[in-house]
């Protein structure tokens, strides 16, 4: 072995190839995170954004971790949409990055009166900032105050046939089957990393041998008795259980979220699976960023980087990090 360095003997530098024509676009290739709560961040999380290359992002307005009430009521809800378009603004100001919303009912824990909900949601949908409805879904686990099935597939339905009227995608909350069981930790002191409350847990509502991916067929349904067109659906959260089903039985795009893939079980490496077997055109990235989790604002960059490590080609990972999000939502260069 020889080597043209200078050094005493020879190093591991004299058999690496040094003609290597590595991608540096990649460094500042643009990217949008279509599903996080970066309003719930710190100042010093969503700066990560503007660091790492976001150009965009869409923050989802609701969650019924944040309602301090059980069970939820409409207007706790809506509190949680005025408080993300109350800080929307400030946020874009200071970061540079494009800030959108999405409005949406969860559906984790029962919402009281959820028809004056939607009755509002009318004149919310309609606002400028807002690109997506959501995030919303079929969800079998419940928090509290257990909502019926027939019932969510109801306020989803509903929410599906306001996106539709006014031309919008729906973000979906697609159940994860996560990472498997395992040791369990104690539970009055709950899950590292997760700020809430697991020992209120309510029965599932779905009897199924897969209530997960039944939630996500319910959705599916529900989108069509909408008159939704499934192109319009990203559904956040896709995983090995739902994957097939979203991308070969449905025109749904499948997003992989990978701010907090301790607690999913999803990896870069699923991602680059799912562009090699089905092609990049359906397939999204997000981080679902937010204060209740551990997560990663740096997620997303990294995959990036990952993608190509792994065997993804530039323009393949640019579609699935900036011009499929960018398409759907309205944003970025689109």
């Avoid at 997303?300 to 759907?328: M, T, W």
């Amino acid at each position: 072995m020889t080597s043209a360095n200078p050094t005493k003997r020879p190093t591991d530098a004299a058999s690496l190839d040094s003609d290597l024509d590595l991608p540096s676009e990649l460094l500042t290739l643009p990217w949008i995170d279509p599903h996080n709560h970066a309003h719930t961040l710190s100042w010093t999380d969503r700066e990560q954004y503007a660091l790492a290359g976001c150009q965009a992002m869409v923050m989802i307005a609701s969650g019924a971790h944040w309602t301090p009430y059980r069970p939820v009521e409409a207007e706790d809800v809506r509190y949680l949409w005025d408080d993300a378009i109350n800080r929307r603004a400030a946020i874009e100001r200071n970061h540079f990055y494009e800030t959108k919303l999405g409005i949406g009912a969860p559906t984790r824990i029962r919402i009281e009166d959820p028809d004056a909900l939607f009755d509002a949601m009318e004149a919310y949908v309609a606002l400028d900032e807002v690109v997506a409805v959501g995030e919303t879904g079929v969800t079998p686990a419940q928090h509290v105050s257990a909502w019926p099935v027939e019932e969510q597939r109801a306020a989803v339905q509903r929410q599906m046939e306001i996106a539709d009227e006014n031309g919008l995608p729906v973000i979906l909350h697609t159940p994860n089957t996560g990472v498997g069981e395992g040791r369990s930790y104690r539970p009055e002191l709950g899950v590292p990393g997760y700020e809430k409350n697991v020992s209120l847990g309510a029965d599932p509502v779905i009897d199924a041998a897969n209530p997960e991916l039944e939630a996500v067929r319910i959705d599916v349904e529900a989108a069509a008795a909408a008159g939704l067109d499934e192109e319009q659906i990203v559904a956040s959260h896709a995983d090995g259980n739902n994957l097939e089903f979203l991308l070969e039985e449905t025109d749904c795009y499948a997003s992989f979220t990978l701010g907090h893939s301790w607690m999913t079980g999803v990896t870069v490496a699923d991602v680059a699976d799912a562009v090699e077997t089905y092609g990049p055109e359906r397939i999204m990235i997000d981080t679902d960023c937010a204060n209740i989790l551990r997560s990663d604002p740096l997620s997303l960059k990294r995959a990036i980087l990952e993608l190509y490590r792994l065997g993804i080609d530039v323009e393949h990972i640019r579609q699935v990090v900036y011009e499929n999000p960018a398409s759907v939502f309205g944003l970025g260069d689109s």
